[in-house]
């Protein structure tokens, strides 16, 4: 951190630096959960008072994002939306606090008595694009659980965030908390390599964004991370299936929320379900939805899904997260050949299996590796809310501390307590 601001020196990065030995000794702080719950009931109050001056703000980014843009809708927001956070702030409040819980209790022979007990991690940096509604999920669910959080956002949501941002300090200093349990940065780039060197003042750092954002991070960051965002999403049809169910969960999967991480990028169909596949995606051409098929299921597709949203699949097309109306088909032989191509394009994130064989519905459980599995069910439920875990930070991708929604519990470690009476080790 040193040397960066040495070779970046300016007034703007040593107020940086400020703030961060703010949000670090505000996490030093213990508030009971009775206040921290206080603050948010509060925060949400003050959102709905807020209201307008927040949609005005989101407006003005509004503005400068072409709304033929996949980014167009992360971006939004309306009085709905503004409710939907709030109510999901409220869902925060309710649920337990997740520190100070005793998580193991043991006595050594020597009279030692050990207590492993959960706490905050102490300061959690998120960097996001552009989806204001995280600034305000990252900070109930950072604050719950006991954590000051920095939040480096994107320019295109630049506004939204820092209307945001005066709502939650507002509701803070109301509650005669410190303001300095949440940080906005600047919104230029170059900061976000400054966060990725700040070990000395932040403790975990979460991506969230594209495979571009999350690789530059994970390359460059001093600081632990935890990748969450980037959803590579099949859904596969097998031999034997429920016709009704294919159709509404892939219509559901792949246009109910387009921009979204856990939308549908590619449709895998066993070669013995190929005659039925016009009939299963059918409704998509009510969206627009643009084909990029493989070469069977276009000859099957062709002349029975509409010529202009009907394209050949290349192979740039398999591995691609879209974030819009546009999907991939890939005809496979096997149903090993099924879990082999998820195995080798996934991101991860979340997968799913159209089957009325329980046989392989179970083998794709155990075989293909991601955060969650479905067994005939849409992969838009993959979302801390719809898990009943309330707001989330993200959907982690990797294996180590959280998978899947990365929800409260996951916003803490643990530390051992050890009481003794005069014990010395021989």
């Known amino acids: 951190m040193e040397g960066y601001i040495k070779e970046n020196n300016s007034k703007n990065l040593e107020n940086i630096i400020k703030n961060f030995e703010k949000l670090k000794i ?14 948010l009931k509060t925060f949400v109050k003050n959102l709905e008072k807020n209201t307008s001056q927040i949609l005005k703000a989101n407006q003005k980014d509004l503005a400068k994002m072409p ?12 009085e709905e939306r503004i409710k939907e956070i709030s109510n999901s702030i409220l869902d925060v409040t309710r649920l337990p606090d997740p520190t100070g819980k005793i998580l193991e209790k043991r006595t050594l022979k020597n009279g030692l008595k050990l207590t492993k007990i959960s706490v905050p991690l102490g300061v959690i940096g998120v960097i996001y694009e552009a989806r204001p509604n995280v600034t305000a999920d990252v900070f109930a669910l950072c604050f719950k659980a006991g954590n000051a959080v920095v939040l480096k956002g994107g320019s295109d ?18 509650c005669n908390v410190s303001e300095n349990y949440i940080y906005l940065m600047p919104k230029d780039r170059k900061y976000v390599e400054m966060l990725l060197k700040a070990d000395k003042y932040v403790d975990l750092i979460i991506p969230r964004g594209s495979q571009g954002l999350i690789r530059f991070v994970k390359e460059n960051s001093l600081v632990p991370i935890i990748e969450t965002g980037a959803g590579i999403v099949h859904t596969y049809i097998d031999d034997n299936f429920n016709l009704n169910w294919a159709k509404e969960i892939v219509f559901n999967a792949k246009t109910q929320r387009p921009g979204v991480c856990n939308a549908l990028d590619c449709l895998i169909i066993h070669k013995n379900s190929l005659k039925k596949l016009p009939e299963i995606i059918s409704k998509l051409k009510t969206k627009e939805v643009i084909i990029f098929a493989d070469n069977l299921s276009y000859k099957t597709l062709n002349n029975k899904y509409p010529r202009n949203l009907l394209k050949k699949a290349k192979e740039e ?15 496979v032989k096997t149903f090993d050949e099924a879990i082999d191509h998820i195995n080798k394009y996934s991101s991860h994130h979340s997968e799913s299996i159209i089957s009325n064989n329980l046989k392989n519905q179970e083998k794709f459980v155990a075989n293909v590796d991601a955060a969650v599995i479905y067994t005939n069910a849409s992969t838009r439920f993959t979302d801390g ?26 916003l803490t470690t643990y530390k051992w307590i050890a009481r003794g009476k005069g014990e010395w080790r021989k």
């Not at 809310?385 to 996951?410: D, M, N, V, Y």
Request: zero cysteines; charged letters at 25%; proline letters at 2%.
């Open 26 to 39: 505000s996490s030093r702080e213990v508030l009971q959960e009775v206040k921290r719950n206080q603050v």
């Open 67 to 78: 709304k033929e843009s996949p980014l167009y809708d992360r971006l939004l927001l309306n």
């Open 157 to 174: 949501a630049e506004n939204s965030n820092k209307a945001i941002v005066q709502v939650i300090q507002k509701s803070l200093k109301e």
């Open 317 to 331: 097309h398999f591995g691609k997260e879209f974030l819009s109306l546009q999907m991939a088909i890939k005809t």
């Open 385 to 410: 809310r719809e898990f009943g875990l309330g707001a989330e930070i993200g959907i982690s991708t990797q294996k180590l501390h959280a998978r899947g929604p990365f929800a409260l519990e996951a």
